[in-house]
């Protein structure tokens, strides 16, 4: 086989289909560097916290450990719980990204990653790094796209309040933003704060 001008890809094509699986493969194995990156595991360790009384029964009896969320300020246990990136890797989609990419994601020290909760501020900080969006967008996009991910009968059901049409999903879309704003609906991305870093 005649391997000049061929990319990895072509030369095994059983194991990677096209090049945006080979990039996946290692986007892969690079987060799988960074979760057992020491910086990362001696940050989590840090920043333990013995489960406050209050917090007990909201957390069970079982979490020996919690963490406070740096965006929104709340405790959360281990599980729900991230350590984000403040400045993102970025894509890694070409090998040109392979560098950039790997140094921001591992050549990290304590003051470039922050602790942010797993269901609501980690959400809204990667839609706001993906897309260059403000926190507002950001969590209103994402209340969006889970709601309308729902069934239409139930979006139907729950926007009735709002007295809007309802037939399609555009129609639907622009009764939730009516809703949110009206605060019939609540938005479950609301409350990070991001505003201070
Ligand atoms: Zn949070």
Same mark, same amino acid.
């Given at each position: ?31 799988? $560097? ?49 350590? *984000?990136?403040?400045?993102? $890797? ?6 040109? *990204? ?20 797993? *269901? ?8 706001? *790094? ?12 994402? $209340? ?54």
């Amino acid at each position: 086989m005649d391997l000049k001008g061929k990319t990895p890809w072509e030369v095994l094509p059983t194991v990677w289909k096209s090049e945006s699986s080979y990039m996946s493969f290692f986007r892969g194995q690079l987060r799988r $560097a960074w979760s057992r990156h020491p910086m990362r595991i001696e940050l989590l360790k840090s920043r333990r916290l013995k489960v406050p009384e209050e917090e007990r029964e909201r957390l069970g009896n079982r979490i020996k450990h919690c963490y406070r969320c740096e965006s929104c300020g709340k405790i959360h246990a281990s599980k729900n719980i991230e350590v *984000d990136h403040i400045k993102p $890797a970025g894509s890694l989609k070409t090998k040109e *990204d392979l560098g950039s990419f790997a140094s921001r994601l591992l050549f990290v020290m304590p003051g470039d990653l922050q602790l942010l909760c797993k *269901d609501l501020c980690h959400p809204v900080k990667s839609y706001m *790094d993906a897309r260059n969006v403000s926190e507002e967008e950001a969590s209103l996009s994402l $209340a969006l796209s889970k709601f309308m991910k729902q069934p239409a009968k139930k979006q139907k059901n729950i926007l009735s309040v709002t007295g809007l049409p309802l037939n399609n999903p555009e129609q639907r879309k622009q009764a939730f933003y009516s809703a949110i704003k009206e605060g019939v609906l609540t938005n479950p991305f609301k409350g990070t704060n991001f505003s201070n870093k």
